[in-house]
Structures are given as structure tokens and as C-alpha cells.
């Protein structure tokens, strides 16, 4: 019963519908520990009963049939204890649960195909270009491109570039 009490007096605390004193007030009162010890009561005896029972009602049957018992005992509680609060908020709009189909023995759930990405075309990376001759005025290099001479650098097709050691560096 402390579990319950414990739960009914989260509930009112935060529900907004009732207010922050009634709320306190409520989950305390005579009237809802009189509702909470009905509810307990009637849930021993029935559960009591089923176990000295060996009816041939089915577990639905048998579960339809308390509920229909304790309805009206749960509403009491609630109007006690939580103000008649007996409806909750709607779901929020910014959640999503999915919702899962009860898996039957022996049935293989069908795979949902992935879709198909194309392939990335990655680019080849490029051997490096060196200086294979020079004269006075101008480079050959590795590629066959031509360089001219333009005091410490070399200016060719890609633009203005640096030899160093053996390689040609055009950034």
C-alpha cells in the first residue's frame, strides 16, 4: 500500500489539473485511504478466491471478469485520492513509438530490402610528378609537361611550382 500511496501522491503532484495544495491534500485524506483499503481488500479476495477455485474459465474470461469487479473501485480511488482525475494527457506530438507485431512461433519475420546507395567514384590519388631534365630555361617533367624558368620556380601548366629534392610541388 506505501507503493500506491507513493504513486498517487506523484500523480497528483504533477498532474496540472489540480491544484499544488489540493494535490498534497488529497493522496492524505481519510477519504482516499478508505478508497485504497476497499480497492486492497477486494483485490485479496478475489485473488483468494481464484486460487482456491479450479473453474474452467479461460485466463481472458477470468481477467474481463475482475476488471469488471475492480472498475468501479478504481474509479473511487481515483476520485478520492487524485481529485477524479481518471483521464490522461494526450501523448505528446514530438514522440514516436513503433509499434511492434507479436512474433508467432515458427514465422520468420521478411526482411526489408535496403535501398541501394550508388557507388562513390573516389579519386584516384595521382603519382607524384617529378623533374626528369632541365636546362637553362626550362624543365621536363615525369608527366611531359614543359616548365619554364622563372628565378627559383617553375611555372607550367598548374601554375606557379617548387622542385624539391626530385619532386615538383604545384600547390
Same mark, same amino acid.
Not at 92 to 120: D, K, L, N
Given at each position: 500500500?506505501?507503493?500506491?500511496?507513493?504513486?498517487?501522491?506523484? =500523480?497528483?503532484?504533477?498532474? &496540472?489539473?489540480? &491544484?499544488? =495544495?489540493?494535490?498534497?491534500?488529497?493522496? @492524505?485524506? !481519510? =477519504?482516499?485511504?478508505?478508497?485504497?483499503?476497499?480497492?486492497? +481488500?477486494? +483485490? +485479496?479476495?478475489?485473488?483468494?478466491?481464484?486460487?482456491?477455485?479450479?473453474?474452467?474459465?479461460?485466463?481472458?474470461?477470468? /481477467?474481463?471478469?475482475?476488471?469488471?469487479?475492480?472498475?468501479?473501485?478504481?474509479?473511487?480511488?481515483?476520485?478520492?485520492?487524485? &481529485?477524479?482525475?481518471?483521464? $490522461?494527457?494526450?501523448?505528446? /506530438?514530438? $514522440?514516436?513509438?513503433?509499434? #511492434?507485431?507479436? !512474433? @508467432?512461433?515458427?514465422?520468420?519475420?521478411?526482411?526489408?530490402?535496403?535501398? #541501394?546507395?550508388?557507388?562513390?567514384?573516389?579519386?584516384?590519388?595521382? =603519382?607524384?610528378?617529378?623533374?626528369?631534365?632541365?636546362? !637553362? !630555361?626550362?624543365?621536363?617533367?615525369?608527366?611531359?609537361?614543359?616548365?619554364?624558368?622563372?628565378?627559383?620556380?617553375?611555372? &607550367?601548366?598548374?601554375?606557379?611550382?617548387?622542385?624539391?629534392?626530385?619532386?615538383?610541388?604545384?600547390?
Amino acid at each position: 500500500m506505501t507503493a500506491r500511496f507513493a504513486v498517487l501522491l506523484l =500523480a497528483a503532484t504533477f498532474c &496540472g489539473m489540480v &491544484g499544488a =495544495a489540493q494535490a498534497e491534500e488529497l493522496p @492524505r485524506s !481519510a =477519504a482516499c485511504r478508505i478508497a485504497l483499503n476497499a480497492l486492497d +481488500e477486494a +483485490e +485479496e479476495a478475489i485473488a483468494a478466491a481464484a486460487a482456491a477455485s479450479s473453474t474452467s474459465l479461460s485466463d481472458q474470461q477470468r /481477467q474481463h471478469s475482475v476488471a469488471v469487479r475492480l472498475q468501479p473501485l478504481r474509479k473511487r480511488v481515483a476520485d478520492a485520492c487524485l &481529485g477524479g482525475l481518471t483521464t $490522461s494527457p494526450p501523448p505528446s /506530438q514530438h $514522440s514516436w513509438v513503433v509499434p #511492434t507485431a507479436p !512474433a @508467432r512461433p515458427g514465422v520468420v519475420a521478411p526482411r526489408v530490402p535496403m535501398p #541501394t546507395v550508388p557507388p562513390v567514384a573516389l579519386p584516384r590519388p595521382q =603519382a607524384p610528378v617529378t623533374v626528369t631534365q632541365c636546362n !637553362a !630555361a626550362t624543365c621536363l617533367a615525369s608527366d611531359g609537361s614543359t616548365l619554364t624558368r622563372v628565378g627559383p620556380t617553375l611555372v &607550367g601548366p598548374r601554375g606557379s611550382c617548387t622542385v624539391q629534392g626530385v619532386f615538383l610541388r604545384c600547390p
